[in-house]
């Protein structure tokens, strides 16, 4: 059975490219536009792995991922951010990523960081 | 001359004659020129003169007995002097005046004329005595003296007049200047303060003048750091430079400042003195805030579709057909390149911006060197299909610094590399530990660099001029790069020779 990933970012084109190219990978692709709806999604849908955008309206990736690991049931999925701020990387290592890439990620680089993970 | 024989003097009341030849001899002898005019007679000629009276005038005996003596100025009858003359001789009084005389020949000579009356017993003016002096070399001397007082009067006017200019200057320069400025005395008393300050903080000239400056407004200035250093300031003429002070001002609220301070040097003047100037940063402060606040947006917002774009292409690399056509395999990979570009330029123009305002802000963990270099030297090659870059040497170094930031100058260095050489094939990097140093250095066989153009290449905006034609770009990378490694107490350089590649190094201390 295939892996399932959650895409969470706020801009549609990424969301669009990352559906499109990791699908095309072999992964199963849970597309989220609104990070309020995180929480349920995890939830209901138990994805294998998160990818995460850090800048985002009404709630941000950071606060998102500290809320997941303070969770029993989340603290340990795997999440990898991905920013374009320039302190992304910091901010991702505190608030508990297992990985960070920026954007514009190399898309091989960051297949072979989801593999490592999951 | 009975008068004179057996050698002594003694005056004769019998022979008159002689005693009359006696002082007519003595008359001669004189060097001051005499005369005798005839007051009884009119227009008082002159009826006596002596040898002296010739010889200053070039005048003889038999020219002048029965003139008046005025013949002696010529035509320069203008003469004050000649008033004073008038007046003696009709109020029958002695008087003494300096004339211009001039002798037969019509040269000029100053005469010192001393006039008296003698009068008979019932008080009439009989005749007038004059006595001359030729006093021109005197008159010379106190003319020029009086040139040279005057060369220095002149002189002391004129500086008098510049000083009062330059103060004047001076004065208008510091009610001009757009910073408060304030004059201490050792003991930290206000001397005296410009109207900038007064309006800048909206205090009296009576509260703050006098007043130790410690002990000005609310305790704004009572710092224990800025005391130390203005403290500093008079033993060691170690100016203070940049202080800022964040502070809730009385009238005027929550303001940053920045103090400068120096000893006051005035041509050897008021060595005692401290200037402070004041300037109130708290606009500038926020719009750099704004502005770095807006580029982290802009670049952000930037990146997003670029990011899409780049996977895109990506998406398309793996899609192409076996037997797609060439051309439609280098547009692929030339629209990969320029994406690189463009995120580039954006990553760089938030980068300068920050070191311009010295906001980089280095974020200093932990982090193993050599890996640290294998993946970014991997990153670059995963992109480059013209170069193969050679990575040897080791560290085996923990280090502690960005590791962000570093690894932006190692991606620096290699893309330059990559650039400057299109017709090589080769990159090497090399890493090791000097001392308590950790070294990269990234070597190309490219175009190389002037030794003109070595020492600007770090310089913000610098481009050599050939490359920008070739190679378009900001000229900003390796100012960034520069700056980056100073700010971990690093060193970077260049050694290069045009046509034969370039060899870019930097170190980074390991304490």
């Given amino acids: 059975m295939s892996k399932k990933i959650l895409i969470c970012d706020d801009d549609e084109g990424i969301l669009d490219m990352l559906e499109f190219v990791l699908e095309e990978e072999g992964f199963d692709i849970i597309p989220e536009k609104n990070s309020l709806n995180i929480y349920n999604v995890i939830r209901e849908q138990h994805p294998d792995l998160l990818l995460l955008d850090l800048w985002m309206p009404v709630l941000s990736g950071d606060q998102v991922l500290k809320t997941l690991r303070k969770n029993p049931d989340t603290a340990t999925l795997p999440v990898i951010v991905i920013s374009a701020s320039t302190e992304g990387s910091l901010i991702a290592k505190a608030s508990g990523a297992n990985d960070y890439i920026s954007k514009p990620f190399d898309m091989d680089q960051l297949v072979t960081k989801i593999q490592t993970l999951i | ?511």
Avoid at chain 2, 349 to 378: C, W, Y
Avoid at chain 2, 438 to 465: A, L, P
């Fill in chain 2, 1 to 511: 001359m009975d008068s004179l024989n057996k050698g002594s003097f003694i005056f004769s009341n019998q022979t008159s004659e002689q005693d009359f030849e006696l002082m007519t001899r003595a008359l001669d002898a004189s060097i001051s020129g005499v005369i005798i005019t005839d007051n009884q007679q009119p227009d008082n000629p002159i009826i006596y003169c002596n040898a002296a009276f010739e010889r200053i005038t070039g005048y003889k005996r038999k020219e002048i007995i029965g003139h008046n003596c005025r013949f002696l100025q010529k035509e320069d009858r203008s003469q004050k002097e000649r008033e004073i003359l008038r007046n003696a001789v009709a109020d029958g009084k002695s008087c003494v005046v300096e004339m211009r005389n001039y002798q037969k020949n019509g040269t000029l000579f100053w005469n010192e004329l001393y006039m008296s009356p003698i009068k008979d017993a019932e008080g009439n003016v009989c005749y007038f005595i004059g006595v001359q002096n030729d006093v021109t070399r005197r008159k010379n001397i106190e003319q020029e003296l009086k040139q040279h007082q005057d060369q220095m009067e002149r002189k002391i006017e004129e500086r008098t007049k510049s000083l009062r200019e330059s103060e004047d200057y001076l004065a208008s320069i510091v009610a001009t200047v757009r910073e408060s400025l304030v004059v201490l005395n050792p003991g930290f008393n206000v001397l005296s303060v410009n109207d900038h300050f007064i309006k800048t903080f909206k205090v009296s000239r009576e509260e703050t003048e006098n007043k130790l400056l410690y002990e000005l407004g609310n305790g704004q200035w009572d710092i224990p750091a800025l005391k130390e250093l203005l403290e500093n300031i008079l033993p060691t003429n170690n100016p203070v430079e940049e202080f800022e002070v964040e502070h809730d001002f009385p009238h005027i609220g929550k303001k940053l400042m920045l103090l400068n301070a120096h000893r006051i040097e005035l041509e050897g003047q008021f060595k005692d003195r401290i200037l402070i100037a004041i300037e109130d940063i708290t606009d500038r402060r926020e719009i750099e805030r704004r502005k770095d606040d807006f580029l982290s947006i802009a670049s952000h917002e930037l990146k997003t579709p670029l990011t899409t774009i780049k996977g895109y292409v990506q998406v398309m690399n793996r899609l192409l057909p076996e037997n797609a056509s060439e051309k439609f395999k280098t547009v692929l990979q030339k629209t990969g390149i320029y994406i690189t570009r463009l995120n580039n330029l954006i990553s760089e123009l938030l980068d300068v911006s920050r070191i311009q305002t010295g906001n980089i802000e280095l974020h200093k963990e932990p982090f193993d060197f050599d890996k640290m270099v294998a993946e970014a030297v991997e990153n670059i090659q995963s992109v480059t299909k013209t170069h193969t870059i050679i990575l040897k040497g080791s560290t085996g170094i923990t280090y502690v610094g960005d590791e962000s930031h570093i690894v932006q100058v190692i991606n620096n260095l290699l893309s330059n590399a990559i650039k400057y050489s299109p017709e090589e094939h080769q990159i090497n990097v090399y890493l090791s530990r000097v001392s308590d140093f950790v070294k990269v250095s990234v070597t190309d066989t490219g175009m190389g660099i002037s030794h003109e153009d070595q020492n600007k290449i770090f310089d913000r905006f610098f481009r050599v001029g050939e490359i920008q034609q070739r190679f378009p770009g900001m000229g900003i990378g390796l100012y960034i790069c520069s700056e980056i490694i100073k700010n971990h107490g690093g060193t970077i350089w260049v050694e290069s020779e045009k046509g034969q590649g370039s060899n870019f190094s930097f170190t980074l201390p390991l304490n």
